[in-house]
C-alpha cells in the first residue's frame, strides 16, 4: 500500500456512497513510524497527520514544521490532563476528548491564550472498561458542556472492539452525531476506512496501510 493506493480507494468509496471525497480527510497516522518514511509521505504532498502520544509528536513534528509548510497534526490517543496545555499548543484537532475534567481545561487554556484546537469527543461504542471514551450514557452530557465551554467541537470520534463488526459502531457514531447536530465523525482505519466512508466519515485515520507495519520496540 502506499499514499496514492489509499487515496484511490478514498474517493472509489466516495464515490460508491455518492459522497463528496474532499469531505473526507485522511489524516496519515504517523506514529512510530521511522522517521524517513514519514518525511518520504511529506515529500509525496501529505500534510495532515495524526500521533497518539504528545511527547512522541512533541519530538518529531517541530523540525518537520520547520521544513514543510501547513502541516496539521491531529491528535487521536488518549489525553492525560496535565498534557493538555502541551497538546493544545502543537496539535490543531483533537480528537480525544472523553470527560468533562479534560474539557474544562482545555477552555482554561483556551480562555488564557486565546486559541484552541478543533475538537472531538471520543465515544466509547463498545462500553468498553478499558477502553478511552465517554460512555454512551454520558455523551449527550459531554458534548452539551463542550459547547457550553465555547470549545470548537467538530464531532465524534470512535475505536470499535477488535472483534466486533465495525460498521455497527459506525452507524451508532453517525447517529449520536445527528442527534446532537454535529457534522465530523472521527471513524475509520487501514482494516476498515471503507466501511467508515459507507457510514459518513469525515476524518479516516489510515496508519499501516500509508507506511507499513508500525515496529514497536
Ligand atoms: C494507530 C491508530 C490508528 C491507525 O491504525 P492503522 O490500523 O495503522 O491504520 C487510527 N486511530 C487510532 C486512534 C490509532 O491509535
Redesign the pocket.
Known sequence: MSLTDIQTRLETAARRHNRVADDIHLIA?S?VQPLDRVEAVLGEGQRVF?E?RVQEAQGKWPSFQDQFDDIELHL??PLQSNKTRAAMELFDVI?TVDRSRLAQAMARVADETGACPEIFVQVNTGDETQKAGCSLQETDALIAECRALGLPLKGLMC?PPVHETPSLHFALLAKIAAQNGLDGLSMG???DFEDAIAQGATHI?????IFGD?AYA
Open positions: 497516522v506514529k495524526g497518539n487521536i490517543g480528537h475505536i482505519m487501514s482494516s485515520r489510515v496508519g499501516s496501510a508500525r
